[in-house]
């Protein structure tokens, strides 16, 4: 389902316009990574949450050389999928 869809359907079921759908979608959005940023993770009630993850410093191999290289630590962001949303989708 792409954006378009997406908002059409929620304009749809909602009765809004596709305007307000959107700057709903947009704010919900720019919520998400500033909550991220600043406390860690951000839940969707049952869908489920992004949360930032420090990875640790390890060894890696470059596959052309096979020689071992240093991957430096590193923060990333991970969706964790919430188990009404896997009970509802399997």
């Known amino acids: ?17 596709k305007k ?6 947009d704010n919900m959005v720019t919520m998400a990574y500033k909550e991220v940023k600043t406390n860690g993770e951000f839940v969707i009630p049952g869908v489920g949450k992004l949360v930032k993850v420090d990875r ?11 020689e071992t290289i240093p ?11 919430a188990s009404a949303a896997k009970k509802a989708v399997l």
């Open 1 to 17: 389902m792409t954006k378009s869809q997406m908002i059409a359907s929620l304009a749809e079921a909602s009765e809004m316009s």
């Open 71 to 81: 991957i430096p630590a590193k923060t990333v962001v991970k969706f964790r999928v």
């Open 56 to 66: 640790p410093a390890r060894m890696g191999r470059n596959p052309a050389t096979g």
């Open 20 to 25: 307000d759908v959107t700057a709903l979608l």
